[in-house]
């Protein structure tokens, strides 16, 4: 079998190194837009349970992973300037990027998948060049963007909903013992920081306010400089003199879009990752679901005997119901943070934690008491809603 993959991300990288891990004999070829050992943002969280697939999928990969990981063991969340300190169940953690993607670049090329970098394809008639047009496959791993997704919108039945909050990238030099949230009031407005480290060096540093917020201070009349010093005032307490950093200018204030597909596929033409769904940053896990929808074709591809389209028709009738459940969940957090005002303004820090934890859907007060026994008791002694 012939794939093309457009996106040298996470999902498109993964994906080719486990057909060819799957079937050397296949032709798989990657087309990635720019240079090789180049990205852009900080560092991704990846471990959580849901890592646990990505072992079972390809346990070479995964233990290169788990080693270039920093490793989380709590979570702090301050609300009303009060601190709540949260065990968590299983280990979180968190990656550099660039890391991310070296060791899926070098395994999947030493797998035999060609990488074809700096190839920026303006329409799918491009692939020729490369001697790609007859591919049996198309994947569109790329991202947000999707050129594979644009092309075909009507077949795919896309839909994108943009939503108020603003938000930007950051990284910093301060090493942050725990992973937390931040949220903040300040001149008026609701500012919420999610940040954690993801190497000795380093730590992500998203900072994101509601839109009347945004508004209201004119955020949008201000440069990148500007705002960026505002966030370092805001968050000074935890930054305690670390700057942030913009990634060389390639931090940009933005609206997330919510990408939706009623169909995952199009003929040969199929979609993973943000391409076919945008995981909200909020639920921590986007890379990871990304790298799922890889697995779950790959599995569907190798066991179609050479058929492409029954394949491709297995992964949405296989992974659709569990995508599904994710879809929403990250659908239930990203509401929850479009309405942080109202929460910020109405609860207690304790109310307010017990309202994030239960936020998706996907934890109940029985999973709580059971994985958060500690958090529950403080929950529980203030009268909180468990």
Not at 212 to 227: E, F, I, P, V, Y
Not at 273 to 278: E, I, T
Not at 296 to 320: I, P, Q, S
């Amino acid at each position: 079998m012939k794939v093309a993959i457009l996106g040298g991300g996470p999902s498109g990288l993964y994906l080719g190194l486990l057909l060819k891990r799957g079937a050397p004999d296949w032709q798989v070829e990657i087309i990635e837009q720019n240079a090789a050992d180049s990205t852009f943002g900080f560092g991704v969280v990846l471990a959580d349970t849901g890592l646990l697939q990505l072992r079972d999928a390809d346990p070479q990969s995964y233990e290169a992973l788990c080693a270039a990981t920093t490793q989380h063991e709590h979570q702090v969340i301050v609300q009303a300037e009060t601190a709540i300190n949260i065990r968590l169940p299983v280990k979180g953690g968190a990656i550099p990027r660039l890391t991310l993607l070296q060791i899926l670049e070098k395994q999947a090329e030493a797998a035999g998948v060609v990488v074809h970098y700096k190839q920026r394809i303006e329409s799918l008639d491009d692939l020729a060049r490369l001697g790609l047009h007859d591919a049996d496959v198309v994947v569109g791993a790329d991202g947000i963007n999707s050129l594979v997704r644009r092309s075909f919108e009507a077949d795919f039945g896309t839909t994108t909903n943009t939503l108020g909050n603003h938000f930007a990238w950051y990284g910093t030099p301060k090493v942050f013992e725990a992973s937390a949230l931040v949220f903040r009031k300040y001149a008026g407005g609701h500012f919420v920081a999610h940040y954690y480290a993801y190497s000795e060096e380093m730590s992500t540093f998203v900072a994101e306010c509601d839109d009347a917020t945004w508004q209201r201070l004119k955020l949008g009349d201000m440069s990148n400089a500007q705002r960026q010093a505002l966030m370092e005032k805001i968050f000074a307490p935890e930054l305690e003199g670390a700057p942030l950093m913009d990634g060389n200018a390639r931090v940009v204030w933005r609206q997330f879009p919510a990408i939706r597909n009623a169909h995952w596929t199009h003929g040969r033409y199929v979609l993973v990752g943000d391409a076919l769904a945008s995981a909200h940053f909020s639920i921590g896990s986007g890379t990871r679901i990304a790298m799922n929808d890889s697995i779950a074709l790959a599995k569907a591809l190798l066991g179609c005997e050479g058929d492409a389209l029954r394949g491709l028709a297995a992964y949405e009738r296989n992974h659709k119901p569990s995508k599904q459940k994710l879809i929403r969940a990250s659908e239930r957090s990203y509401l929850w943070y479009e309405q942080m005002a109202q929460w910020m303004d109405t609860y207690s820090a304790e109310e307010f934690v017990y309202q994030f934890m239960t936020r998706t859907g996907r934890v109940d007060d029985d999973r709580l008491r059971r994985e958060y026994p500690e958090l529950m008791g403080r929950l529980g002694n203030v009268g909180s809603p468990v």
